[in-house]
């Protein structure tokens, strides 16, 4: 570039060269130059902005293969909830989307920092040309109307005749060179407004435009980097409580956010290719838009670059405009002083003349410093770091957010299907009573069961009630071996003394009779009926129906067989 004042980033020449494919031509490549209003400049931004769009449909087809194997041949997995690899590879890809979100909400901010600059420059150089436009007007009503009107009355009066003639003749020729001086000061001023109409560009429509659709770019990105968030937060709540539920949902989800990160990707590198080519050389596309305008091209490239020696194009205007000015103010000096003596009444008129005169030259100045190079020229840079600074800046770190916010919803939707699948649902236990019959439901182990059961029952017999505490510690498989069995009488008159000797026979206990047909124990006064039988027709497990008889109960212990190697008196 030819401007000393501006340089492109880094950034800007790296997007810059990208290569412009042109399908159409069989992917030959094209030329970068800023150009939008070409059809090829145009297909070569969209083939960059299409390949993210691309990759989407590519993933939904590797998406739509892995569930179809899944569904086909993994439909009984192994190893279920045993998924900590799954889980901290969940984690680990929410930690990395949730920070790629933070840097996008950071771009989102600088982009819109630049974007504000923007718009601020826009405006401010029309403000600029609004006030030249204005002090111009100005100028030229005053000169034109006011000052001629009052040169005019004033010629009326100096054509009073009066003793002297050479000073009359000498007033009226000062006063009609005054008018001359002041007509030709307003041409000159008025063609510095009728070069400056030439810019045919409404920039207060511009920014006005730029602010409002920048207000929606911000806002659509906050909510998309808010469901994004949201998202991942789903994940997280689902690895924590392990969730087939919420993965799931998660996994939908992260479906739709995926179409979402992809497409928009395209758009965003569609508009930052676009950006940098625009930054790379601004000064030649604003001079091939300006070619075929009346503006002249040196008033473009003044503005543009604004070199210290450089040449305003409106500086002849305004010097001349400021020449018959001095020679209108040194004339109005030399009608005060013949006036005075001869036309008294005519000293009003030039004390008005001489107001407005000073009024003109001090708006004159004021255009010819808002003419000046310096104050649009400031806007001009303004306006472009704003956009190939900040903008291009906050664009890029949106991009890192989008494509990695894309890898990571594609590994989490095919991690958290993978964990989804290992998972099990967790069975629902409902709440009973304690006094239930059929309480409680045997699930693995029933010794444990049995003992609530016998517990709680307070009528039937101790023997059958009061289970060992060691017999309760044993193993789920003793557990479900053990019998409640009476065995023969087998002991001799001297042991059965003796055994009556070493322990205290118990009360009688009342004959228990089991009925096999209804599973039930009936207690001989019929106090109580006491089921036996499960909710399946049979009886508790571990449980073997016995009759046990009151009065061998005395001389014979009972004892309970666990397994075939332990054995336990009463």
């Known amino acids: 570039m030819e401007n000393n004042n501006y340089t492109a980033t880094w950034l800007a020449e790296w997007f810059h060269d990208w290569p412009r494919i042109l399908i159409s031509q069989g992917f030959q490549e094209s030329n970068s130059t800023f150009f939008p209003d070409s059809y090829d400049y145009l297909e070569a931004l969209t083939f960059w902005a299409a390949l993210p769009v691309a990759w989407l449909f590519l993933s939904f087809v590797l ?6 194997c899944w569904c086909c041949c993994c439909r009984n997995p192994k190893g279920k909830r045993k998924i900590p690899g799954h889980k901290c590879m969940l984690v680990f890809c929410t930690v990395v989307c ?5 840097v996008g909400l950071y771009g989102n901010q600088v982009m819109t920092d630049g974007v504000k600059d923007f718009a601020g420059a826009a405006e401010d150089a029309n403000n600029t040309l609004v006030d030249v436009e204005t002090q111009v007007t100005i100028i030229d009503r005053t000169l034109s109307d006011d000052l001629t009107q009052s040169l005019e009355d004033l010629q009326g009066i100096y054509e009073t005749p009066i003793s002297n003639e050479t000073v009359q003749e000498k007033l009226l020729q000062v006063t009609a060179d005054m008018i001359k001086e002041v007509e030709q000061a307003a041409n000159s001023v008025v063609k510095v407004k009728q070069d400056l109409d030439k810019i045919d560009v409404d920039l207060a429509e511009i920014s006005d435009m730029t602010e409002h659709y920048e207000f929606l770019r911000w806002l659509i990105t906050i909510i998309v980097l808010g469901w994004e968030v949201i998202v991942c937060v789903l994940v997280f709540i689902g690895v924590c409580k392990t969730s087939r539920c919420i993965l799931f949902m998660a996994a939908v989800l992260g479906l739709v956010t995926l179409i979402i990160c992809w497409t928009t990707l395209g758009a965003k590198l569609f508009l930052a ?3 940098s080519d625009f ?3 601004p000064d030649i596309y604003i001079l091939d838009q300006t070619a075929d305008k009346p503006l002249d091209e040196d008033v473009m490239k003044y503005y543009l670059y604004c070199y210290p020696d450089s040449y305003s194009p409106f500086e002849e205007s305004l010097v001349n405009g400021q020449i018959n000015l001095d020679m209108a103010q040194a004339n109005l000096k030399k009608l005060n002083k013949w006036s005075n003596p001869y036309y008294p009444t005519a000293m009003s008129k030039i004390h008005v003349i001489d107001r407005d005169l000073n009024q003109t030259e001090a708006a004159l100045q004021e255009v010819t410093s808002l003419v000046a190079c310096e104050v649009l020229h400031d806007d001009y840079m303004q306006a472009l770091n704003g956009l190939c600074y900040e903008v291009l800046n906050g664009l890029t770190f949106l991009l890192l957010c989008t494509g990695v916010c894309g890898v990571m919803f594609s590994v989490l939707i095919l991690v958290g299907s993978c964990a989804w699948r290992k998972l099990v649902n967790k069975k629902d236990y409902y709440k009973v009573e304690k006094t239930d019959p059929y309480f409680p439901k045997p699930q693995e182990s029933s010794a444990p069961y049995l003992e609530a059961y016998y517990s709680t029952n307070t009528t039937m017999p101790a023997i059958l009630r009061s289970p060992d505490p060691e017999i309760s510690s044993q193993s789920s498989a ?5 019998e409640i069995i009476s065995r023969p009488n087998r002991f001799t008159d001297s042991q059965i003394h003796h055994h009556h000797h070493q322990q ?3 009360p009688p206990q ?4 089991y009925h096999q047909h209804h599973g039930q124990i009936h207690m001989p006064n019929g106090e109580q009926s006491l089921p036996l039988m499960g909710p399946r027709g049979s009886p508790p497990p571990a449980y073997h129906p ?10 014979i212990p009972l004892r309970l067989h666990y397994g075939s190697s332990r054995q336990t008196d009463f």
């Open 478 to 482: 003793d557990r479900r071996s053990a």
């Open 273 to 275: 290719l676009a950006i």
């Open 504 to 506: 205290p026979p118990p």
């Open 546 to 555: 016995v009759t046990v008889d009151h009065e061998q109960e005395a001389s």
């Open 279 to 281: 930054c790379v050389t």
């Open 510 to 513: 009342p004959q228990l009779q």
């Open 63 to 68: 998406f739509l293969i892995y569930f179809c």
């Open 98 to 102: 949730l920070g790629a979100i933070g």
